[in-house]
């Protein structure tokens, strides 16, 4: 399906052919393959910028077929970390107890019905007579417990890995979905191994992929959406772009902010026409499809869909801009803007409406005949008002939480959130005697500590190169992070975070990756080699970092899977006192 990856040594079609890159093959007819003149046997200067390396061997690792290796890579990782142990703990932990008994309901019934007080622990024994057929009264929408579902379908209702698993797996492909997208991204293996490691080694990423909570299905959806829009950019667009370039009404072209400045002040008049259009634009229905699975799990999903969206109109105008098009602004809205709306949000609302496939089958469930229209339409009015009460109920969710955390921290990770903690005699199997478990949901604090200078890189880049690529993963953190600073009213947790954590790491490791050199701010290849001393000075900076941040994730890998661990160990690693 990933076939966006074109080789270094082609013409790259698939590469925003407005930022005028030249092509690797282009580089290669210029560099001579022997460094001319220069005695191998004398040592070149320090500051010397050193030769191109030989094109041959670079290109060996610089192929789609490396970014799969990559992948597959991150993904192994990933599911070593993910599945083994998913019964470390036997009881259900934190929002477990409303999921996993909501999804055993829908095996049950086809909807959520109503559960009896305190019955955890017959739960998890296998005694489920405390469901009633009673409409309970969930409020968030059925997809991600239809997914924990399949997993009790699958190992049975009272396996803890049957709750856990589905959660495991969203898990793992969301760290192939990560590597995808940075491979379309920045075409650099390395880059995409990088961030794939950080995401399956990150202690938020993996905690929520050991615990039936639905943001981790969110963040596989949204990122998958992500993912669509990229590969629909880098089709549509030098497709628009080609097609621009044969309109006869086309103007000069247009850079710089000295352009901007004569078009917004109106002083760059041209006669009104609307222009070619993109085409074809399958990748955005499928962004539409998957931004509305992402909000059937949770409603948060509809930012992704927004911002998303907004992003490929202002793309729409720029690409137009930028070629000569003398009416940017409606041209695109004539020509492409309404069709990617088209595809994009009636496309994610019908596959949300579809999500309720069993609610709308079952008029025992919550909601059902308040409106008092009969048929269809009728339960669409019904669900309307449980929509509208579920909004209520969310918005005025201030009751006082031991974890709960205000969004300006979440960056720094300043608030834990501990889905589970057990000392004591019955805690056996570490060497001191004095033995406990413990589940914190907490990322891994170097990764997301340095992914705070990251993100002002990535934001500087954007704006000072306007380079779409980086505009991503800035946009990831515009979508998936800055609303939740509007709710800092509200009790919200720091776990919330795992849904742009893969931006976290994708910002981390691209940091890195223009550190050694695999990629430039600007998205442009160097025009020429960078001195030895800076070249390995990066290196070297970028060797630390990485090091650093896997070390510190095995170093706290126990306490995201509940292994065993002396107390001594536990109290070493509570860095923070707000991480307790």
């Known amino acids: 399906m990933d076939t966006a990856n074109a080789h270094n040594d082609t013409i790259d079609e698939a590469s925003d052919i407005l930022e005028q890159e030249p092509t690797a093959e282009a580089t290669t007819e210029e560099q001579p393959t022997e460094e001319a003149g220069i005695d191998s046997s004398e040592s070149p200067s320090w500051d010397t910028p050193r030769s191109p390396r030989n094109p041959r061997w670079t290109d060996r690792l610089n192929t789609p077929a490396a970014g799969w290796v990559a ?31 909501d999804a055993w309901s829908l095996l049950t019934f086809g909807y959520e019905g109503t559960w009896a007080k305190d019955v955890d622990a017959a739960f998890i024994n296998g005694d489920t007579s405390g469901l009633s057929a009673v409409g309970g009264y969930p409020v968030h929408p059925p997809t991600g417990k239809w997914l924990i579902a399949l997993g009790m379908k699958v190992f049975g209702q009272a396996d803890p890995v049957g709750w856990r698993i589905a959660a495991a797996i969203c898990g793992i492909i969301t760290v192939i979905l990560l590597c995808r997208l940075a491979q379309n991204l920045f075409r650099s293996p390395a880059l995409t191994l990088l961030a794939g490691l950080f995401l399956a080694t990150d202690g ?115 690409c137009r801009w930028r070629a000569g098009h003398p009416s940017p602004i409606r041209g695109a809205l004539l020509a492409d803007i309404w069709w990617a709306f088209v595809l994009m949000v009636p496309t994610a609302i019908l596959t949300y409406i579809a999500s309720w496939f069993g609610w709308f089958a079952h008029p025992a469930a919550h909601g059902h005949g308040r409106s008092g229209i009969s048929g269809f339409a009728g339960s669409l009015a019904d669900l309307w008002l449980y929509h509208k009460e579920m909004w209520t109920f969310h918005n005025g969710l201030s009751t006082p939480h031991t974890y709960q955390s205000s969004p300006y921290t979440w960056l720094a990770q300043y608030r834990a959130t501990s889905f589970h903690w057990q000392t004591g005699p019955e805690v056996t199997g570490c060497t001191s005697g004095q033995c406990a478990t413990d589940i914190v949901a907490l990322g891994n604090p170097l990764l997301w500590w340095i992914g705070i200078g990251a993100l002002i890189l990535i934001l500087w880049a954007t704006l000072r190169y306007r380079n779409w690529r980086t505009g991503i993963v800035a946009l990831g953190y515009i979508a998936l992070y800055a609303p939740w600073l509007a709710y800092a009213h509200r009790t ?89």
Not at 259 to 277: E, I, K, Q, S, Y
Not at 492 to 500: C, G, L, N, P, R
Not at 521 to 545: K, Q
């Open 204 to 318: 938020m990423a993996i905690v929520m992929s050991r615990t039936s909570i639905l943001d981790g299905f969110l963040t596989m959806f949204t990122l998958a959406a992500f993912l669509c829009v990229v590969k629909d950019q880098e089709a549509s667009q030098p497709r628009l772009f080609a097609k621009l370039q044969e309109w006869d009404d086309l103007g000069t072209p247009r850079q710089g902010w000295n352009d901007l400045r004569a078009f917004l002040t109106r002083h760059d008049r041209r006669p009104f026409a609307v222009g070619p259009n993109a085409g074809n634009r399958p990748w955005l229905l499928a962004a539409g499809c998957l931004a509305g699975l992402a909000c059937s799990v949770k409603w948060s999903g509809i930012y992704a869909l927004a911002f998303l969206g907004i992003f490929v109109a202002i793309r729409e105008v720029t």
């Open 71 to 101: 992948t597959a890579i991150a993904a192994i990782v990933a599911a070593i970390i993910r599945l083994p142990g998913l019964d470390n703990v036997r009881t259900l932990i934190f929002d477990e107890t409303y999921y996993v008994k």
């Open 492 to 580: 919200i947790f720091t776990f919330y975070t795992v849904v742009f954590a893969p931006f976290v790491a994708l910002s981390v490791a691209w940091m890195i990756a223009v550190l050694t050199g695999w990629v430039t701010a600007d998205g442009h290849p160097l025009s020429a080699p960078l001195p030895r001393r800076t070249e390995l000075s990066g290196w070297a900076v970028a060797a630390v970092l990485t090091i650093a941040i896997l070390m510190c994730a095995i170093y706290f890998l126990p306490l995201w899977r509940a292994d065993v661990v002396n107390y001594s160990f536990w109290r070493s690693h509570m860095w923070l006192p707000s991480w307790i």
